[in-house]
Antibody, heavy 120, light 109 residues
Framework: QIQLLQSGSEVKNSGGSVKVSCKAS????????LHWVRQAPGQGLEWVAW????????KFAQKFEGRLTLTRDTSTTTVYMDLISLKSDDTAMYFC?????????????WGRGTLVTVSS | QSVLTQPPSKSGTPGQRVTISCSGS????????VNWFQQLPGTAPKLLIY???QRPSGVPDRFSGSKSGTSASLAISGLQSEDEADYYC???????????FGAGSKVTV
């Protein structure tokens, strides 16, 4: 079954860090970019970053530079998002999404999301 | 505030045609393709239109996309109750060096 399975909800303190996983299954892991998109409560979508699972190359939205690390484990077909120095406005649902073959930015497969709550 | 401007809401009756606009600039829509996503309440987004006007397999042909200059639009014809959702346009922005989404348009049937 083609899917992206994300880790469970997290509650973290302000200033702390969180690591969210996204396990890909049912397709060739290294063949597709994986993106992270977040959505604050009641708000719209915000692109966070992407990783090329084949090369481990990454690209981040500027606001996350220095706070975000993306890694991948090809043996377990899992991508990890590690966000540090958490702030209250990092509270959001974090989705991983696969870039399609036709267009790397057309996300054709999505995880169900991981809710990260940052409490002050 | 998003660099891609969408109307906050649109409404229509069953069977009607609804069009959602997405206005950008030369650094995003003007030089890159546009994708559209549909998000039903409480669920992850779903790819609706890619590369301006292409429909992924399984998306009804009631949904269509177009792009002209620095603007794009999504049309829903034959509106159905299950089309009630939030719709987002997105494009790469060369100036921001980031993928940007519109703020979303809520469609009410």
């Amino acid at each position: 079954q083609i899917q992206l399975l994300q880790s469970g909800s997290e509650v973290k303190n302000s200033g702390g860090s969180v690591k969210v996983s996204c396990k890909a299954s049912g397709y060739t892991f290294i063949g597709y970019y994986l993106h992270w998109v977040r959505q604050a409560p009641g708000q719209g979508l915000e692109w966070v970053a992407w990783i090329n699972p084949n090369t481990a190359d990454t690209k981040f939205a500027q606001k996350f530079e220095g706070r975000l690390t993306l890694t991948r484990d090809t043996s377990t077909t899992t991508v990890y998002m590690d966000l540090i120095s958490l702030k209250s406005d990092d509270t959001a649902m974090y989705f991983c999404a696969r870039g399609s073959r036709m267009n790397d930015l057309a996300f054709d497969l999505w995880g169900r999301g991981t809710l990260v709550t940052v409490s002050s | 505030q998003s660099v891609l401007t969408q109307p906050p809401s649109k409404s229509g009756t069953p069977g009607q045609r609804v069009t959602i606009s997405c206005s950008g600039s030369s650094s995003n829509i003007g030089s890159n393709s546009v994708n559209w996503f549909q998000q039903l309440p409480g669920t992850a987004p779903k790819l609706l239109i890619y590369t301006n006007n292409q429909r992924p397999s399984g998306v009804p042909d009631r949904f269509s996309g177009s792009k002209s200059g620095t603007s794009a639009s999504l049309a829903i014809s034959g509106l159905q109750s299950e089309d009630e959702a939030d719709y987002y346009c997105a494009a790469w922005d060369d100036s921001l060096d980031a993928y940007v989404f519109g703020a979303g348009s809520k469609v009410t049937v």
